[in-house]
C-alpha cells in the first residue's frame, strides 16, 4: 500500500513540475505604463508576450508606474528586460537612446524609415552595448511644446520663463540653458501637474500625455500647444544581452517594426484631441527650426548623444527630403 501511495505521489509531484517548469523558466520583462496593465502600451505588450511564447520564449510582464524605480529593478537583475521611454533608455544603450534627439527627426515617416532600418539584422552589433541590447522600439509621438501663455509665441519671448526638464535627461537640461529658459527639475511623474498647476511655464509633452494628464488645464484659454515637433520620442524595449539568444533579439526587433502602424493609430487619434494646436508662424518656423538644430548640435559636442546614430538620423532626413539644406555641407551629422 505504501509503495502505490509513494508511486502515487511522485507521479503528482511530476505532474506539477512539468505544469510549474513554463513558469519557472519565464523571463520577466518590465513595463512602464503611467496608468498601470491597462491601455494601449498594455495591450501590445501582452500581444508580445503571446508571440515570443511562439517563438519558445515564455514570459511574465511586470507593471511599473513609476519609470525610474523600473530602471532601478532592471539594473538590480529584478527584470530581465524593460520596456521604457528612449529618453531613459539612453544609459542603457546610448545608440537607441539617442534617437529622442532635439530635432534630430522631424516627421513620422523619417522614424518609420530608422525604425526599419534598425530591424535590419546588420545593425545588430550597434544595437548592444555592455550587458544589455534594444530589443525593440515603438513610436511614442512627437514631443510638442506645451506653453501657458500666447504671448510665449517665439524662441526669444520663452528667454526667462521656466520650463519643466526631466532631471535624468541631461540634454533637456542643457538645452534649456542654451536657450536661456530656466530649467525646473523634474519627472514623468510630477511634470504634468508642476504645468497645469502654474509651477512651470512650457513643457514638451507628447499628445499621448495631453488628455490622461490633463494637460489641456495647463494650456487654458490663454495658451497653446506648438504644432511643430522638437523631437520624436520612442518607447524602448531593452534585454539582457545574456538571457535571450541573438535570434530572439532578432525576431524581436522585427516584430516591433512591423507594430509601427498599429502604434501610430493610437498617437493620430491623441493629436486629433489636442484643444488650441496651431503651428507657429511662418516667420517664426525657421527660428525654431534654427533653435534645434543648435541644441542638437551642441549636445552632440557635449557628448549626449551618440554620434553614429547622429550619422544615422541625418541620413534618414536627407532621404526623407534630400532638398534640405545640411545634405550638402559634409558635415557628418
Given amino acids: 500500500?505504501?509503495?502505490?501511495?509513494?508511486?502515487?505521489?511522485?507521479?503528482?509531484?511530476?505532474?506539477?513540475?512539468?505544469?510549474?517548469?513554463?513558469?519557472?523558466?519565464?523571463?520577466?520583462?518590465?513595463?512602464?505604463?503611467?496608468?498601470?496593465?491597462?491601455?494601449?502600451?498594455?495591450?501590445?505588450?501582452?500581444?508580445?508576450?503571446?508571440?515570443?511564447?511562439?517563438?519558445?520564449?515564455?514570459?511574465?510582464?511586470?507593471?511599473?508606474?513609476?519609470?525610474?524605480?523600473?530602471?532601478?529593478?532592471?539594473?538590480?537583475?529584478?527584470?530581465?528586460?524593460?520596456?521604457?521611454?528612449?529618453?531613459?533608455?539612453?544609459?542603457?544603450?546610448?545608440?537607441?537612446?539617442?534617437?529622442?534627439?532635439?530635432?534630430?527627426?522631424?516627421?513620422?515617416?523619417?522614424?518609420?524609415?530608422?525604425?526599419?532600418?534598425?530591424?535590419?539584422?546588420?545593425?545588430?552589433?550597434?544595437?548592444?552595448?555592455?550587458?544589455?541590447?534594444?530589443?525593440?522600439?515603438?513610436?511614442?509621438?512627437?514631443?510638442?511644446?506645451?506653453?501657458?501663455?500666447r504671448a510665449i509665441n517665439s524662441v526669444e519671448k520663452m528667454a526667462g520663463h521656466t520650463m519643466a526638464v526631466f532631471d535624468n535627461d541631461r540634454a533637456q537640461i542643457l538645452m534649456a540653458q542654451h536657450i536661456g529658459v530656466r530649467p525646473e527639475l523634474s519627472d514623468v511623474s510630477n511634470f504634468s501637474s508642476k504645468f497645469n498647476n502654474g509651477v512651470v511655464d512650457v513643457i514638451a509633452a507628447p499628445a499621448v500625455a495631453y488628455m490622461p494628464l490633463e494637460l489641456y488645464r495647463g494650456v487654458g484659454v490663454q495658451g497653446i500647444v506648438v504644432k511643430l515637433s522638437t523631437a520624436q520620442l520612442t518607447l524602448q524595449l531593452v534585454l539582457r544581452q545574456d538571457k535571450f539568444s541573438p535570434e530572439f533579439m532578432a525576431q524581436s526587433r522585427r516584430y516591433f517594426a512591423n507594430q509601427f502602424e498599429r502604434a501610430m493609430k493610437v498617437i493620430r487619434h491623441a493629436e486629433d484631441d489636442i484643444l488650441f494646436f496651431y503651428p507657429p508662424p511662418d516667420k517664426d518656423r525657421q527660428r525654431y527650426a534654427q533653435m534645434m538644430d543648435e541644441s542638437r548640435l551642441f549636445l552632440i559636442e557635449s557628448g549626449v548623444y551618440d554620434k553614429d546614430m547622429m550619422a544615422w538620423m541625418k541620413k534618414v532626413r536627407c532621404k526623407i527630403t534630400p532638398s534640405r539644406a545640411e545634405c550638402g555641407n559634409g558635415r557628418d551629422w
Fill in 1 to 149: 500500500m505504501k509503495t502505490i501511495k509513494s508511486k502515487w505521489l511522485q507521479s503528482l509531484l511530476i505532474i506539477l513540475l512539468c505544469t510549474l517548469a513554463p513558469v519557472l523558466s519565464a523571463r520577466t520583462v518590465c513595463v512602464f505604463s503611467l496608468i498601470g496593465a491597462q491601455g494601449d502600451l498594455w495591450e501590445q505588450m501582452e500581444d508580445y508576450r503571446i508571440a515570443a511564447a511562439g517563438w519558445g520564449e515564455p514570459l511574465s510582464l511586470r507593471v511599473f508606474t513609476d519609470e525610474r524605480v523600473a530602471a532601478e529593478d532592471f539594473k538590480a537583475g529584478f527584470c530581465d528586460g524593460l520596456m521604457m521611454t528612449g529618453i531613459r533608455a539612453r544609459q542603457f544603450v546610448p545608440f537607441t537612446g539617442s534617437i529622442d534627439a532635439i530635432g534630430g527627426l522631424h516627421n513620422y515617416d523619417s522614424l518609420q524609415v530608422l525604425i526599419e532600418l534598425l530591424a535590419n539584422p546588420k545593425l545588430a552589433p550597434s544595437m548592444r552595448h555592455g550587458a544589455y541590447e534594444t530589443a525593440g522600439i515603438l513610436p511614442l509621438g512627437a514631443a510638442y511644446l506645451h506653453i501657458n501663455d
